[in-house]
Structure formats: C-alpha cells, structure tokens
C-alpha cells in the first residue's frame, strides 16, 4: 500500500526527478536501445516470412511486389517453365515453345489451395455448351445448342489440360492459313469439306486455303465480288457479322480490309470450326440463333453475312431476320448465299426441288419486306439487303402492312438469356427522312477515338462526352504503363486475341488498335451501365457475359486477359476461385493476365494464383504506391497433359 507512486507517464502524474528507474538515463541511450531492438526484430521477421530472401532481393524496381514461396513436386502433367522464388525475379513474359522437362513443375506453399490438371478428357471443355449436357434440351429450334451451364455443384475445380504437343499458335497474319494439329487434333472436317477446300491435313498442321461452300475460288476473290456491290474499302463498314461461320474464312480475310467481324457457330458435328477460327487468330463465339437474342446489343452491325448457314431465315414468323434487324445499324447490308438464291441453277447439286426452293425464298422475300429492308441486288449466287436509315416510312408502311408490330416498352439492347420476339425493334426517332437514326457514325479509323453517338445524344445514363474523353485519356496512360511493366505487350505478334472482361468504354482496346491484335471487349451483365452499344460505335467488337457462368468459347483461346475491377463487381456474387479457375480454361500456355483492382483482393488472388501455377507479381498502380488500387501480373506457365499411350509408343 505504501512506497512511492509508480514511475510510468499518466496525463495525471510524470515521473519525479528522483525516481530510480532505466528512465532516469540519458535520452541518447534510450533512443539507441530501441533502435536496435527495432532493427533486430525487422531482420529477424525478413529471415523467418521471406525464406531465404537478401537484401537484393528486397531492393525491387516496384515497391508493391509480394514474395511468393515456391516448392518443386512432380506431377503426371509436362511443364517447362518454373514460378520464380523471389520478389525481385523479373516475370517472363516471353513465349517459348518448351518441350517436356521431366514432369517437374512448382507450385505455392503448403498453406495455398492446389488446383489438380483435370482429366485428359477435359482438354476442350465447353461448359455452357457441353454435348452431353446438350441432350437434356429440346431439339426444336436447335434449343439444345443453346447455352446450358452447370449447377454450381457441377463447376470443376481443376485446371483444364492442353493436349500433349501442344505449341503457341503461329503469329499472325501467318495463322490465318496454318495451325499446328496437336492444338486441335480434329481431321473430321478435312474429311467432310474436301470438296469445299475449308481445310487441308499437312503432317503436323493444318492449312486453310480460304475456300467455303460458296466461294469455291477463295474468300478473298468472294469478298472482291461483294466489294464490287457494296463498298468495303471506304470505312463505312467497319463491324461484321458472320452467321455460321465454318472456320472463318470469311472474317479472316476481311481483316485485312480493316473489317472486324464477329463470327459465330454452334457447337454441333462439325467439331471445332470456333476452335479452328481462334487458333487462326480471328474473332469467334460459340453460338447459335435458335430461341434466345444473340448476346449483342442493338444497330452494333454495319454488315451480317450467311453463306449457306442453313438457318430458316423465313420460319417462325421471320424471328431470325427480326434479330438480325435488331443488331443492325440503319443502313446496314444483309448478305446471303447459299440456299435458296440462284436455286434455279443450283436445285438439283442441292437435292431440293424446285417449289421448295422457291417457296424459302418467296419466304424471305416476305419477311424482309415486311421489315422495310430494300433489296438492293441480286447477282449471280449473292444477294443483298439495306435496312433502312430510320423508320419514318416504315411507320407509314406499318399501317398497311401490321406484322410484324413494333415492339412496346422493351430494352433493345437487353440481349442476355433474352427471349426472341417477333417485334420490329423501333430505331430512335429523326425529324426528316435523310437523318440516320441514332447518329450518323463516321468512317472508320475516325470512329474509334470519336465520341460515340449514344454518348453525344445522351443516352446511356451518367457517361458524358467529358466522361469519354476523360476515359480516353486514362487509358492511354494505362496502356503505356503496362507496355513498361510488360514489355512483350508492345512486341509486334506476341499477343493476337485478348480478352477485356470489364471493357466500359473499350478504351483498352482503342489504345492498341494500331497493333494486329483484336480485342473482345465484354460488358458484364451486372455493370451498372450497359455501355457495349457505344464499343460498336466505336468500330470494336464484343458481347455481353456473366462471369458467374462460363464464357461460349474453347479452352486456350486468349493470349492475353485484361480484368479491371472485376473482382471487385463479382464479390458477393459469386467465387473468386471460379472466375480464375475459367480464366485459367480460356487462357494459352504462357499466355499473360493483367488484374486491376483492390490492393486487399489482389492479395487473395495472388494466392489462388499460386494455387494454379501461375508466374505473378502484384505491382503499384501507375500513379504511385500510395493508391489503394494494384495490379497483379501474371503468366500461365507452360503444361500439357502427358503423352497417351499411342504417343509414346
């Protein structure tokens, strides 16, 4: 109870002159003790949490880097590149072409969730579009080819294998017209469209000459027909639509007249065809017209193209063409050939007779009519449609003429896991007959940095033409800070089809538009505003998609991913390993990832990337360390599945 009153600083009481305590020493002392006691423990924690890590290898170009510990196990799966072991290992981005090094590969510590190779049989895994999942589903209307993704207790936990052999693609515009056949070991339609020269069998690759069932002479000399038509060389046309595209052909040789198009086919017995279009390098989704919009916005098109697609443009109350009006600027063209034009010279090659033929085009005829389209020539085994500019006559017409009626009261450009209508999709209003509805848009290259017309009208709520330019700005400082972190970004031929999976404005892809890449931007289904209208106006291309759910495309389809905030939209909704886990299918051994977002998500991605296999690297956001917002750097390293036994033997 007695004694003196204890030395330790309270606001109320300081310790006395004479108290006999360590404090009573001079300062300097005090200062020093607790230097090296401090200097210790920091020593002491970078020799226990950093395994090996020195002092050069703290001494990093980025400030925000975070170790990771690697520990080498042999598995059953072929790798040839190796995680680097310490921050201060710069991430290779570069590709090789590694062979087997003997089943050695590494992976993160112990405490990190390891994601197995999933069985061979996985190795082109479609799983919105899996062929056994298909035969649940109606057969009218090709609805079983429709997207049909699994319950979230189907999802695989494991990292899709690429098959054995498997090399990078050839660069473009090379892989236009070669693909090695151990990426996709499919002889059926080498077989099956001989005739139609598609694609040739050459040892260990594939060529594709060009042709098609409708252009026997090559998609070149076919497109030059169609330029003769319509003019393809001036930049009015700048986005496409391929309906059942084959292999592609069609969009790959466009490209090289600056027309983007957007190719597409079902998952059916012609096995591949998607798979084939992205080996080559060119825009492709899995998809069909059957009972659902097609996952594109509304007048997104300059030009739509069938050639012999085999889809019943005249049934069901034309709600094929209706679609096809619906994702059609005004003024776009309609192209079809094929079946059933020029049937009184192909009839009998086609085994139909010749009422029947003549039926489906009188059918066609009708339907387009009654969408006020224009026939604007039909020569030889092509024919051409205009949608017209606006609809001022065809409110007129529609008083005659009542189907199909205008839609009421619906989005236009609401177009995932949306019902098809039998509904003209009104176009914006105009005050005279010469005005393009919706804006007129300019000529591309222009159109990719001019603001886009929904955006200078006012239409897509809070986006500005400030809040454009602003965006234009921001991401040509980003891209160029990412070509520095990067540098294989800015190589000529390094990357060919990325992937932007919260692409808002599309300002990623505008800023490497001089590059020979393409980029699919995506909308996500539950952004706060749907902007994919204003990237087609721009003359890009991309869809709409929910990453709760798998993307309509093959396993290894990109190059190079881009995901900005995307973790941050998807927390709450759904799993962040399950996202990787489908970036990790779509993306190509050694191909690159690019993740924007929160310092405290990245953290937590980092760890399931390391679970994974990935080479990453968490660095500051180009202004500086002091903001919250990171980016994690990634590389899928390099691994097959192993040799089967008829390889090896």
Partial sequence: MGGPSPPYYTPLSKPTANATTYWRKPKIYSFAFVTILCSLSYLYGVWQHGTGATTSGLR??????????????????????????????????????????????????????????????????????????????????????????????????????????????????????????????????????????????????????????????????????????????????????????????????????????????????????????????????????????????SRAFDMAHCSRCLIPWGQYDGAYLIEVDRVLRPGGYWILSGPPIRWRKHWKGWKRSREDLNAEQMQIENVTKSLCWKKLIEKDDIAIWQKPANHLHCKKFRKIVKNPPFCLAQDPDKAWCTKL????????????????????????????????????????????????????????????????????????????????????????????????????????????????????ERGLIGTYQSWCEAMSTYPRTYDLIHADSVFTLYKDRCEMEDILLEMDRILRPEGSLIIRDDVDILVKLKRIADGLNWDSQIVDHEDGPLEREKLLFAVKLYWTAPASADQTS
């Fill in 421 to 536: 209508g039998t509904c003209l999709t009104p176009l914006p209003e105009v005050s005279n007959n010469e005005d393009v509805a919706g804006g007129e848009l300019q000529k591309y290259p222009k159109r990719v940095h001019a603001i886009p017309p929904r955006i200078s009208r006012g239409t897509i709520s809070g986006v500005t033409p400030e809040t454009f330019r602003k965006d234009s700005e921001l991401w040509k400082r980003r891209v160029s800070y990412y070509k520095t972190v990067n540098n294989q970004l800015g190589q000529v031929g390094r990357y060919r089809n990325i992937l932007d999976m919260n692409a808002f404005l599309g300002g990623f892809a505008a800023n490497l538009i001089e590059d020979p890449l393409w980029v699919m931007n995506i909308v996500p289904v539950e952004a706060k505003i749907n902007t994919l209208g204003a990237i087609y």
């Fill in 60 to 297: 990093t170009a980025t400030s925000c880097i975070f170790s990771k510990n690697t520990t080498t196990v042999k598995t059953q799966y072929s790798s040839s590149s190796k995680a680097s072991s310490s921050t201060g290992t710069q991430l290779d981005f570069a590709s090789h072409h590694f062979t087997d090094d003997g089943g050695a590969t590494t992976f993160a510590e112990e405490t990190v969730k390891k994601y197995p190779p999933c069985d061979i049989k996985y190795s082109e895994y479609t799983p919105c579009e899996d062929p056994k999942r298909s035969l649940k589903f109606e057969r009218d209307r090709l609805i079983y080819r429709e997207r049909h993704c699994p319950e979230k207790n189907e999802l695989l936990k494991c990292r899709v294998p690429a098959p054995h052999g498997y090399k990078n693609p050839f660069k473009w515009p090379l892989s236009r017209d070669l693909a090695w056949y151990a990426n996709v070991p499919h002889k059926e339609l080498t077989v099956e469209k001989a005739v139609q020269n598609w694609i040739r069998y050459e040892g260990d690759r594939f060529r594709f000459p060009g042709g098609g069932t409708m252009f026997p002479n090559g998609a070149d000399a076919y497109i030059d027909d169609i330029d003769k038509l319509i003019n393809l060389k001036d930049g009015s046309i700048r986005t496409a639509l391929d309906t059942g595209c084959g292999v592609a052909s069609w969009g790959a040789y466009l490209l090289s007249r600056n027309i983007l198009a957007m190719s597409f086919a079902p998952r059916d017995t012609h096995e591949a065809q998607v798979q084939f279009a992205l080996e080559r390098g060119v825009p492709a989704l899995i998809g069909v017209i059957a009972s659902k919009r097609l996952p594109y916005p």
